[in-house]
């Protein structure tokens, strides 16, 4: 579980001293823990023991480039929802068009501008928490939902099953993997699911308890 109460953390990932220097005292400034690797592979290394909040990426950097840091970052579970965001002196649409398909979330242009990176990597780490907590509160719901005593069926609007928790799997005698996708008139008997369908015309849909 993600605890909003500690120091967001910060991976500083660029060839150059003098730009890790100038990002780790302004970071450090503002209360961020601050971690510093020079190129892609220390990166990478770094991230089997550390998971960053952020990480701030160089694009130019010899071997390993931050174009292909990024996809490897993208590529690694433990690693792929983390936000990267660029740092780079390079202003072509191009470039940033690329960047964006590598998976980054946002550029920050050299020269830096201490208030727009500041501005930046919070805004990034604001949502990236709140992504955590949205996919928490989905986890503790789903439970509570495959847990409960009776069965529950969601549909979407074609009136395809896209849940089927354990007990509408006992009511059923059918596997979720073999109801999830199928018509939920398949499963209701003609009249619930006449029910069941004049109700939805007049509500949003929601998920459907059988006693």
Known sequence: MSDPSRQPLVLLVD????????????????????????DGESALEQLEYIHPDLILLDILMPEMDGYITCRRLKERRET??????FMTALTDTADKVKGFECGAVDYITKPFQH?????????????????????????????????????????DADGHITLFNRAAERVFRCPATAAIGTPCAERLSPDLWRLVSEYVAR???APIRIP
């Open 15 to 38: 060839d150059t001293p003098a730009n890790l220097r100038v990002l780790f005292d302004l970071l450090n400034d503002y209360g961020f823990e601050v971690s510093v690797a020079e």
């Open 80 to 85: 792929r929802d983390i936000p990267v965001v």
């Open 203 to 205: 509500a949003p849909p």
């Open 115 to 155: 208030e727009e990176v500041l501005a930046r990597i919070r805004t990034h780490i604001a949502l990236q928490r709140l992504k955590q907590r949205v996919a928490e509160s989905e986890e503790r719901l789903a439970s509570v939902i495959q847990s409960a005593l009776d069965a529950i069926i969601a549909f």
